[in-house]
């Protein structure tokens, strides 16, 4: 159980010119459950790996409390990983698998055999404990690799995508018991993903990378709210915030100062039949199942709006956008946001 | 007639001509009383079997050989695995002088080694040094047989490690380095990694079966290395040298004068000497597969 500080922490691959992970001021409380999001290459692992030790930062320091861990090795750190592979050793039972921690690290096993059943019960894989991974499909190695990495109560606990590989029925079902874990287990998370459901609906903060760089770390519904940056607007949601050039909406919206992009969301938009803000015309429409996607023609940008699946809008019609100006977000030049 | 299996048939006479007709043909041969002296093939049953298993010189050097194959097998195995770790565990430049020089012996002729490794050439200089040189009043009695035949499992496992080196390089390199540093995450020490992860990888690839297969039923036709010890011993031309292998015994056969030629019962042992190698690599296989899974 142990809060996790970077300070400035960087690191740059030999043979590379860019950082892969750049300048990070991050604090991670105890207990907490932190999403580190990003695309791909962003340097998510990179950041993950360098809290777990296993690479050596280029620059700045990683406290796990107040013990500066820059120079203690990963077998020393008192942390578990599960990684996007599962990484199980092949040769061993679950069983062993399981137990490897405790025996590896040679600490007390008076009572392994029941805590092995307890954690394999709990992850629901008893009756897999004589298998070996091989013969495991991937949703349950990820389950024995999950058991593997709580068994010996780490003070943090770092996840490197490990749901990536199984199929989306698997991975929602164990995003919910993942979440579980953390409320029953008590200790820090630290879990990296570059799906944002995953990210939604596990965190309880949101550390956005892109780059190598942190741009933002807050609640979930506060980044998708409240983005401080344009390039945050376009990465979350589905689809993303629409962004139109200030010049492409004329004078019917009032902006701040600064602003040259504003942004609004599909869903905050409704088509409407009385009062408008803007008029545009249908250039096409997408069916998502569950809603409705139309691009609509502005001027010259286009802007996507979210309506109910079952209306009707054929490609050439003009419709009228309503929404209400709190939607609205302001983005300067350089993508940040105007206050 | 099944049209597919008439495509098989150029093939199977090209196996059956090269591979199992020979073999076959040796076989009959053996079956019969066949030299220099009776030219004449006359069938004479198992007799040259009968004689040959009865005759304590071959029986000797199928002991040498079983001891010469199962210890230079065991012992380049277990160098490699140190050689593989040696080279995947230093840094870049070490690595390529360490696998440029280790792979040197491979390339060196087995004739050669066999002359290098003797008393003559490498025991009289050592010895010399050790008596004379540093003055330690000990040498190494070459002539002893505990001494003379671990020097020639020494030597031909210096001829062969750098093959298991290559071979269990690329078997560490070809361990997912998730695996590895799961165990460094989960506590385990440098040589917990290894016991637990790294060996069990060695011994269960295919790759390694393989070699041990193919180093297995090559050392059973060593011949080099023992013959070259034959003129150190001073019984070069003796049957039955303490250092004779099978392969030796049958050369010898071939060359003496004191023979005449006794074509039929070499070939007989060089079916028994198939027959023990087949079988010890089945039983390496056997054994090999059931630590597969
Ligand atoms: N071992 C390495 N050596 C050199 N470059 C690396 C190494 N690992 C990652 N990188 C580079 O660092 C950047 C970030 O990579 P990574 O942290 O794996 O991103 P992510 O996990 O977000 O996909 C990438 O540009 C990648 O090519
Ligand atoms: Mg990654």
């Known amino acids: ?339 | 007639m099944r049209v597919p299996y008439l495509f098989l048939v150029p093939a199977l006479v090209i196996i059956f001509l090269a591979l199992i007709g020979p073999v076959f043909q040796s076989f009959l041969l053996s079956l019969s009383e066949f030299s220099l002296v009776n030219p004449s093939q006359t069938p004479v049953g198992f007799q040259n079997y009968i004689s040959l298993l009865s005759d304590s010189v071959f029986w000797r050097a199928i002991q040498v050989t079983l001891l010469l194959v199962f210890g230079s097998v065991f012992l380049e195995f277990i160098v490699g695995i140190f050689l593989a770790l040696l080279i995947t565990s230093s840094g870049q430049r070490a690595r390529t002088w360490f696998s440029s020089i280790f792979v040197i012996p491979i390339a060196i002729a087995p004739i050669v080694t066999g002359v290098l490794w003797s008393p003559n050439s490498f025991f009289d200089d050592l010895n010399t040094l050790l008596y004379y040189g540093l003055s330690l009043g000990t040498y190494i009695d070459t002539s002893k047989p505990f001494t003379y035949y671990s020097i020639i499992v020494l030597s031909d496992a210096w001829i062969w490690a750098p093959l298991f080196m290559l071979v269990t390089v690329a078997v560490i390199r070809s361990i997912p380095k998730e695996q590895i540093e799961a165990a460094e995450v989960m506590g385990a020490s440098s040589f917990t990694k290894f016991q637990k992860i790294t060996f069990p990888a060695i011994i269960a690839s295919p790759a390694i079966v393989v070699t041990l297969l193919l180093r297995t039923a090559d050392a059973f036709r060593m011949f080099e290395v023992p013959y070259s010890w034959n003129f150190w011993l001073g019984q070069d031309s003796q049957l039955g040298a303490p250092v004779d292998t099978v392969s030796v015994l049958m050369w010898k056969m071939f060359s003496s004068t004191l023979y005449d030629f006794p074509i039929a019962q070499i070939t007989a042992m060089a079916i028994l000497l198939l027959a023990v190698t087949l079988t010890t690599c089945a039983l390496v296989l056997r054994r090999s597969s059931s630590l597969l899974d």
Do not use: C
């Open chain 1, 1 to 339: 159980m142990s809060s996790v500080t970077l300070k400035k922490v960087s690191k740059r691959f030999t043979n590379s010119d860019v950082d892969a992970v750049s300048q990070v001021d991050l604090e991670i409380e105890n207990k907490e459950f932190l999403v580190i999001l990003g695309p791909s290459g962003s340097g998510k692992s990179s950041l993950l790996r360098l809290i777990a030790g296993l690479e050596e930062a280029s620059n700045g320091e990683v406290y796990f409390g107040n013990d500066l861990m820059n120079d203690i090795s990963p077998r020393e750190r008192d942390i578990s990983m599960v990684f996007q592979n599962f990484a199980l050793f092949p040769n061993m039972t679950v069983y062993e698998n399981i137990a490897f921690p405790i025996r590896a690290s040679g600490k007390d096993s008076t009572n392994l055999d029941s805590e092995v059943k307890k954690i394999a019960s709990m992850l629901q894989i008893e009756s897999l404990l004589d298998r070996k991974p091989g013969e495991l499909s991937g949703g349950e190695q990820q389950r024995v690799s999950l058991g593997r990495a709580i068994i010996k109560k780490p003070k943090v606990f770092l996840m490197d995508e490990p749901l990536s590989n199984l199929d989306a029925s698997l991975r929602s079902e164990l995003r919910t018991e993942i979440k579980k874990l953390h409320e029953e287990l008590g200790i820090t998370f630290i879990y990296v993903t570059h799906d944002q459901t995953e990210a939604m609906s596990m965190a309880d903060r949101i550390a956005l990378i892109k780059d190598g760089k942190l741009l933002q770390v807050d609640k979930p519904d506060v980044l998708y709210n409240n983005p401080n940056h344009s390039w945050i607007g376009s990465f979350l949601g589905m689809p993303a915030m629409n962004l139109v050039n200030s010049s492409d909406l004329g004078d019917s919206i009032s902006t701040k100062k600064g602003t040259t992009v504003v942004g609004i969301r599909p869903e905050n938009i409704t088509v409407s039949s009385g009062n408008s803000k803007l008029t545009g015309s249908v250039i096409s429409t997408e069916y998502l199942g569950d809603s409705q996607i139309l691009n609509v023609k502005i001027a010259n940008s286009v802007v996507k709006v979210k309506v109910p699946n079952d209306s009707k809008f054929s490609v050439g019609t003009d419709v009228n956008l309503d929404f209400s100006d709190g939607d609205l977000r302001f983005f300067s030049d350089d993508g940040k946001t105007v206050r």
